[in-house]
């Protein structure tokens, strides 16, 4: 509809135009790469916290921080949301840097500490660390293995986990093995199974796990390994996997069993070690 100015009355007095009406402000819409940056910077703001992923949050948080920047020159867009997802990008960028160094120095220095740890408890000799570092004088190496019998202190993580004995081993134990159980099988070819007694006392904090904390193999005279899961049998009773979790001070005792060369069995050795330590050699038998 179009309005027409009123006609005056008094021919030499000009006609008054009507005055145009004022346009309404533009509102500001929502702003989704605001919001895209706000989610963005909130995820990688809780990963950041959790070791290893905050590896990935700080990518993630750079990509939410470049989107809270692009949303902050948008014309008509809320500007709230965009400096809340740039700001909380921002913060879950730097942690992300921080905790991953933090949390990767942490981790390396546990691992470091915890190898060195394994030692000659009680047969009169001086620990690793003490003795001299001539190897052909070093007990418990494989040029020198210690005397079956002797008892060492195994460490995870820098704390000390067991203290563990081998006995006496059975280098030739066919008979015994296929006496254990009907079901398990001979020896094949050059092999034969070899049994060794270990006596653990757990001396931690909590509990421990004998069957997770002490790992032991062979050694051949050749130089290959050999250990347990080389061949599933059933150990003659009573068995080291068996053993349930021990407490501080626990004793407990049981078989290991492992298919080892027939060829110079005598010569070999056998290594144990805890899940991240050094290996310690006792003589065959």
């Known amino acids: 509809m179009t309005l ?5 009355e008094n021919p030499e007095q000009p006609t008054t135009p009507y005055a145009p009406a004022p346009q309404p402000a533009e509102p500001k819409s929502s702003n989704g790469l605001g919001i895209a940056a706000l989610i963005v910077g909130i995820v990688a703001f809780v990963g950041s916290f959790i070791p290893f992923l905050n590896f990935v949050t700080g990518f993630v948080a750079f990509v939410g921080l470049v989107l809270g920047i692009i949303a902050l020159f948008l014309k008509n867009k809320s500007k709230g949301v965009a400096i809340a997802g740039t700001a909380v990008s921002f913060v879950a960028m730097i942690l992300s840097i921080v905790l991953a160094t933090a949390y990767t120095a942490g981790f390396i220095a546990a691992v470091d500490n915890s190898l060195p740890k394994t030692e000659i408890v009680d047969n009169g000799q001086a620990p690793a660390d003490e003795q001299s570092d001539d190897s052909a004088d070093e007990v418990g190496t494989r040029e020198n293995p210690a005397p079956i019998g002797t008892t060492i202190e195994l460490a995870n993580f820098g704390e000390a986990e067991f203290e563990v004995t081998l006995g006496a081993p059975i280098l030739n134990a066919n008979d015994a093995v296929k006496a254990a159980n009907q079901f398990n099988d001979a020896p094949k070819d050059g092999f034969q199974y070899a049994v060794v ?10 509990t421990g796990l004998p069957s997770l904390g002490v790992r032991v193999e062979f ?14 049998v059933v150990d003659p009773e009573p068995a080291f996997n ?15 069993t492992i298919l080892i060369p027939t060829a110079d069995a005598e010569s070999g050795t056998w290594a144990v070690s805890s899940l991240f330590g050094d290996k310690f050699f006792f003589a065959a038998q």
């Open 219 to 232: 050694v051949s005279a050749a130089g290959t390994t050999h250990t347990q899961i080389d061949s599933w």
């Open 242 to 256: 068996g053993i349930n979790e021990l407490f501080p001070g626990g004793t407990a005792s049981g078989n290991i």
């Open 4 to 8: 027409t100015p009123p006609v005056s």
């Open 197 to 206: 007694p270990l006596t653990v006392t757990y001396v931690g904090d909590e």
